[in-house]
């Protein structure tokens, strides 16, 4: 073989080939996500967002429906979410979820979690009709079986989305949801004395109120009490105590009312806790004021 010094200085001198549109956005993106997906980086929110922003246009270069976009879109959607600017990100997470589901590629994991995601935001955005579409169908993949979920976790998505349609005002549908939730929570926990049932017989007495069905709301109060007095939990007994004064008082029993509240300041001195004290006099006392003649 004969060599060309010529044709090897060529070789070694030519140009470096220019970058594909698919290299470069590479180059520019990358860096960007991997800071964001780093629980240790920090960074400025409105800068990164800027940085997402200027590469809006490359990004778009590759078709409406593009790997690069629906990724660019995400990331500003995450973004935003971390500087609790919801309503701006919202829009960007749901196209680029569409995106992403149309082609059918994301597995029943990654669906669960995009779908919880938008419906996270979608609640802190107040929008909760896309909350609770969202979070429903995150529920239905969480089911699936290539979902790898705790019972505590397909549970918690369920819970918020009775949450979710309470805030809608759908009041109806979330005492149904709700009261479907505490039969499954009930058996899923094997224990009606489990502490996690607190907030969920709460909320359905909170369902009931809002339907003026005042009984049933009494009824699932007294079960929260129950459970809180089984579990020796202030919390849970002194909470729901100012619910079932309050409930009395709007009821027009007054003396009940003042019984309920003279419980809790009792329960707060015998836990020596000032703040607890300071808050169960105050509130007495506010029911005092309230019930005198106007």
Not at 29 to 37: A, Q
Not at 95 to 104: E, S, Y
Not at 120 to 144: F, V
Request: charge should be negative.
């Amino acid at each position: 073989m004969k060599w060309s010094l010529a044709r090897w200085l060529t070789d070694r001198t030519a140009a470096p080939k220019a970058a594909t549109p698919a290299e470069q956005f590479a180059q520019r993106f990358n860096p960007l996500r991997e800071t964001v997906y780093d629980a240790d980086a920090m960074f400025s929110g409105s800068t990164m967002s800027e940085d997402l922003a200027a590469l809006r246009p490359l990004a778009e270069g590759f078709g409406a429906e593009s790997t690069e976009l629906a990724e660019l879109l995400w990331l500003q959607f995450v973004v935003y979410g971390k500087r609790q600017m919801d309503d701006e990100g919202l829009p960007l997470g749901l196209r680029a979820l569409a995106i992403r589901t149309a082609p059918g590629k994301l597995g029943p994991s990654d669906r669960y979690e995009q779908h919880y995601a938008i419906g996270k935001s979608a609640l802190r955005a107040e929008d909760y009709d896309s909350a609770i579409e969202h979070l429903r169908q995150a529920a239905q993949w969480a089911d699936h079986e290539g979902a790898t979920l705790s019972i505590d976790q397909k549970l918690g998505i369920r819970e918020e989305i009775g949450y979710a349609l309470h805030e809608a005002g759908r009041f109806a549908e979330a005492l149904a949801q709700n009261q479907q939730l505490l039969a499954d929570a009930l058996a899923a926990f094997s224990s009606e004395t489990d502490a996690r049932l607190s907030g969920l017989i709460n909320n359905l007495a909170q369902n009931a109120y809002e339907l003026d069905d005042h009984a049933q709301a009494q009824r699932y109060l007294q079960q929260r009490l129950a459970l809180g007095q089984a579990l020796k939990d202030d919390g849970i007994v002194l909470d729901t105590l100012f619910q079932q004064g309050v409930l009395a008082h709007e009821s027009g029993n007054g003396a009940l009312a003042h019984t309920l509240f003279q419980q809790r300041v009792a329960i707060a001195q015998a836990s020596g806790d000032e703040d607890l004290i300071e808050e169960a006099e105050a509130t007495l006392a506010e029911l005092a004021e309230r019930e005198q003649p106007q």
